[in-house]
């Protein structure tokens, strides 16, 4: 009987998935989940009058997220290759959306809502950058090593991304987005002297945008020395360090935060590593580290054994996403660098983000499937 044929496109997706990555995920999930229920409480009470008001909308968006993740890690990543160009275009054009659409919260324009649903397009274009270049990195690789036709040519085309990203303004979001950049650079090829060399215009640059922005100024002056005004913009990272330094070695106990009651400002958001740290302590915080080492690890090695450049491109830029948003926002939480909105992947409270998140966790599954045929 004859062998019945496989399409080339579809011949590793009944291939199985990196186990170990999937049951990294479903752990941080369920521990963001848990600590997203803790951490909300207070603060879904006073708001909304519902305690599991936060908890709720995250639980729904991460079943959703979840069904996402499983039905893309089934889609041969190969067909984001063809579609990389219209990447960037969608990027550029969310992010204008955003200036001419978007609604105002706490002085910056970064959400689009439709009736009571609302979608940070930031997000989305983290992803996008990250296929965009992908492709282009892949199809310009022969040039890669020169400093006009690889390094500026390929960096100046992010600019007007970051651009309209400043204009929201969304610092961290650029932060993000250049440093994933620059990672998928170097692995493509592009000399690491560049950056180096570049590094010396950029960050004067970096300084003059800190400082014609006095909230971005005090921002920097809070983290040299919060106590200075610690009822003012030093009480958050304040506050911060307190719940970090009573939870001790082992907590004070899942759900017995005292910090997160109306001390710490949204404690549910950026700064849930905090309550993460006062209700479980150094050796929940020690456990949840060791998960995000292991999911960046795992990314390594799917990238590194990867049928293909743009395969390994894509597993380098989700990976490096997660591994970037996770130093800064610990490094934030501790004071250990100024303050910026930066959330924690899988525990910050943010519906579109988490769901947008397990989706590129969906194709990083997929890039494994890939790798898995060629062992």
């Known amino acids: 009987m004859p062998k019945k044929k496989t399409g080339k496109f579809s011949s590793f997706l009944n291939n199985p998935m990196d186990f170990t990555l999937l049951i990294t995920i479903l ?121 006009g036709k690889g390094f500026v040519k390929h960096f100046a085309m992010v600019l007007p991304i970051i651009g309209l990203l400043l204009l929201q303004p969304h610092f961290s979001a650029s932060i993000v987005i250049l440093g994933i950049v620059a990672i998928m650079m170097i692995v493509a090829g592009c000399k690491f002297k560049h950056f180096l060399g570049a590094s010396c215009i950029l960050i004067p640059i970096v300084i003059v945008i800190v400082i014609i922005e006095p909230y971005r100024l005090q921002r920097v002056t809070t983290f040299l020395d919060p106590w200075q005004d610690a009822t003012g913009d030093g009480w958050q990272v304040i506050q911060s360090l307190y719940a970090i330094g009573s939870g001790g070695l082992f907590g004070v106990g899942l759900g017995e935060s005292k910090q997160k009651y109306l001390y710490i400002p949204e404690p549910h958001n950026d700064f849930i590593f905090s309550i993460i740290g006062e209700e479980l302590g150094f050796l929940g915080c020690a456990v949840i580290l060791i998960l995000f080492a292991i999911l960046i690890w795992r990314g390594v090695l799917i990238a590194m ?71």
């Open 27 to 147: 752990a941080l999930l369920g521990i963001g989940l848990v600590m997203v229920l803790s951490a909300s409480s207070p603060s879904a009470l006073a708001e909304q009058a519902d305690s599991y008001f936060y908890f709720k909308k995250q639980l729904q968006f991460g079943i959703l997220g979840l069904i996402a993740m499983f039905a893309i890690s089934k889609i041969d990543y190969r067909f984001y290759q063809k579609y990389y160009k219209w990447a960037w275009i969608l990027s550029f054009i969310a992010l204008v959306l955003v200036k001419l659409v978007g609604r105002t919260i706490n002085g910056s324009q970064r959400w689009i809502y439709i009736g009571s649903f609302s979608i940070q397009p930031s997000e989305l274009v983290k992803f996008f950058i990250i296929i965009f270049y992908a492709g282009i990195l892949v199809k310009n690789r022969d040039e890669l090593s020169k400093f």
């Open 305 to 375: 054994k990867a049928p293909d450049m743009f395969g390994s491109l894509v597993a380098v830029g989700i990976t490096a996403l997660v591994a970037i948003q996770v130093i800064i926002n610990v490094a934030v939480v501790t004071s250990s660098m100024p303050a910026t909105g930066m959330p924690l992947p899988f525990f910050s409270y943010g519906g579109t983000a988490l769901f947008i998140l397990l989706c590129e966790m969906g194709v990083l599954l997929n890039i494994s499937r890939a790798s898995a045929k060629n062992k």
